[in-house]
């Protein structure tokens, strides 16, 4: 197994602590979705994707309805997705991904996390060669599914990566091909359970335990921010 396996494995057990948080980053990104290729998940592959992810969170079904109707009222704010790049103490590299409808606050509030913490805050781009951009699904087995047969069914899509994790097939591939790979999974009636991109490392650092903590207390206060989404970096 791969990269996309062993960053899988370092992150599956760090998730959002607090549910409202996690609700109100869905919220966004459906709202967002449903903004820019309609409120019809039939016909809107990306927010037929988003509500799946909902579903994965426990997101209720009234959350969900109420961020694809505000998408379409006049007074709601124009979230963008922007990226940010820096180093954490110890030459740590951080890739933040953020939903702001006041790109001058999250880039205040991005710089003053990494200055309190010993981190600096550098330029869109620099961490290019660090970080791999792919997309991930994650689908129910079928009961008798050959994995290889099915990896090699696959080929056409450019995946990377297909394994097995706690029942469920895990498909890694570049982040452009989302689209036919989605369509493939649906029109051959697979359960997409959840569709994310994620930011792979090339490069993973060994820290020590002491150098781990003053790293997290940046990453924790960079997580808490409303505006953020993902966060990564190639800690190991």
């Known amino acids: 197994m791969g990269r996309a396996f062993e960053f899988r494995k ?3 057990f760090k998730r959002w602590g607090n549910m409202a948080k996690v ?3 869905l919220g966004r990104e459906i709202t967002m979705a449903a903004k820019a290729g309609g409120a019809d998940p039939a016909t809107n592959s990306k927010l037929r994707l988003l509500i799946q992810n909902a579903r ?3 997101m209720p079904k009234d959350n969900v309805e109420r961020a694809i109707k505000r998408a379409f009222e006049k007074d709601t704010s124009e979230y963008k997705e922007v990226v940010f790049e820096g180093y954490a103490p110890h030459g740590i590299a951080v890739l933040i991904e953020a939903a702001t ?3 001058q606050r999250t ?5 003053s996390y990494f200055n309190k913490f010993n981190g600096s805050l550098g330029t869109h781009g620099m961490l290019d060669f660090i970080f791999d951009r792919k997309c991930r699904f994650t689908i129910t087995k079928k009961e008798g599914l050959d994995l290889e047969e099915f990896e090699f069914e696959l080929i056409d899509f450019n995946v990377e990566e297909v394994f097995e994790e ?3 097939i895990l498909i890694y591939a570049e982040f452009q091909n989302f ?3 989605q369509k493939f999974l649906e029109e051959n009636n697979y359960e997409i359970l959840e569709f994310k991109f994620e930011r792979i490392p090339n490069d993973i650092k060994e820290v020590t335990e002491e150098q781990r903590i003053e790293i997290e207390k940046l990453l924790e206060r960079i997580e808490e921010d409303d505006d953020v989404t993902q966060v990564f970096t190639n800690m190991a």
């Open 107 to 111: 880039v205040a509030n991005i710089r």
């Open 23 to 25: 609700f109100t980053r």
């Open 10 to 12: 370092e992150r599956k």
């Open 179 to 181: 689209g036919p790979i």
């Open 56 to 58: 994965s969170e426990n």
């Open 166 to 168: 706690e029942g469920k």
């Open 101 to 103: 409808d006041n790109n």
